[in-house]
């Protein structure tokens, strides 16, 4: 993995999101989500598993995923999960929230001469 260059804090507080970006298109199963984030950060970040069943057990809690038990014919049974109508909604509302204080932190750390 390359070497970090982003403030990990602002990552692990939008775990949650990031994972529920990935069951917007489909359900899917731990190992899968994690190599799908690997994969859309171009190999910059590795979700660890104990975060990621961590991220999962609380976002069921909140009703805002639900789990299913896969038919697979061969191999061990995989866990599946997908989103629901209010973990579509939360998705949405991060979203919304980042970009808005994306652009108010753009807004404050910017340097402009005057003159």
């Not at 973990?87 to 932190?105: F, T, V």
Request: net charge negative; hydrophobic share 30%; glycine share 6%.
């Amino acid at each position: 993995m390359e070497e970090t260059a982003y403030n990990s804090d602002l990552v692990r507080g939008s775990i949650d999101t990031i994972i529920l970006s990935v069951l917007m298109l489909r359900d899917n199963y731990g190992y899968q989500i994690i190599k799908e984030i690997y994969q859309k950060s171009e190999s910059r970040f590795e979700l660890k598993e104990p975060t990621l069943y961590s991220s999962l057990r609380r976002l069921e809690k909140q009703n805002m995923i639900e789990s299913y038990w896969g038919e697979e014919t061969q191999g061990g049974r995989r866990k599946y999960y997908r989103i629901t109508e209010l973990g579509r909604a939360l998705y949405q509302k991060n979203c919304d929230e980042w970009e808005s204080a994306r652009d108010l932190i753009d807004r404050l750390i910017r340097v402009e001469n005057e003159g």
